[in-house]
């Protein structure tokens, strides 16, 4: 289109993710992201319409490189099999020296309260979800006991998962993970 500059929107996106995710949302200035990007302001605020917009779009590319491998192996084995799968998965990836260190749901959560667009907690949400759904399943198939309480199974898992990534954030050494792991009652 004539007039109109042309650039690689998911390179972009990545782009912007990586520094977000290395400094949070309020420290990731908008000339910051003018030079990780490659773009200036108003092509910026043209494709995403502010820099809350251009978040949102990578918190999305966020989940879909990183979240949906976490949500498949829930999908694999038995309850055990799947949330040892889980954890394993999760420690991989923050082992992972090419990424920031934590996570950057877990950023935004504990940064924006859940804020913007309620996408991170809406993202959280899906996993404990996730997690009870699993935890339900193993009641049914009587891998768990009948009368396990799922959902604060699930909010459990959650909270060992986000702390996970808050002690690799703080700690950086994924042996500590897995031990922390090791000594979760599944």
């Known amino acids: ?9 998911r390179n972009a ?4 993710t990586d520094l977000f995710w290395e400094r949070g949302y309020e420290a990731a200035s908008l000339t910051d992201l003018e030079a990780a990007t490659g773009l200036n302001k108003s092509s910026l605020y043209n494709a995403y319409g502010s820099k809350e917009g251009l978040y949102l779009k990578c918190l ?12 498949v192996e829930l999908e694999s084995g038995n309850f055990n099999t799947s949330i040892t799968g889980f954890f394993d998965t999760l ?4 082992e992972d020296k090419s990424l920031p260190r934590g996570c950057l749901m877990t950023r935004t ?3 924006m309260g859940g804020k913007p667009g309620r996408l991170a907690s809406d993202t959280l949400d899906k996993l404990r979800r996730a997690f009870q759904r699993r935890c339900e399943e193993a009641v049914e198939s009587g891998e768990l006991e009948a009368g396990t309480d799922c959902e604060a199974k699930a909010a459990g898992l959650l909270a060992t998962s ?13 042996n500590m ?7 979760m009652v599944v």
């Open 1 to 9: 289109m004539a007039g109109r500059k042309q650039f690689d929107e």
């Open 13 to 16: 996106v990545k782009e912007a």
């Open 60 to 71: 999305e590319y966020y989940f879909e490189c990183y979240g949906g491998a976490l949500l």
């Open 91 to 94: 420690i991989a990836r923050l």
């Open 109 to 111: 959560a504990m940064e």
């Open 162 to 174: 986000l702390g996970l990534t808050v002690m690799n954030q703080g700690f950086g050494d994924t």
């Open 177 to 183: 993970l897995r031990e922390a792991v090791r000594g």
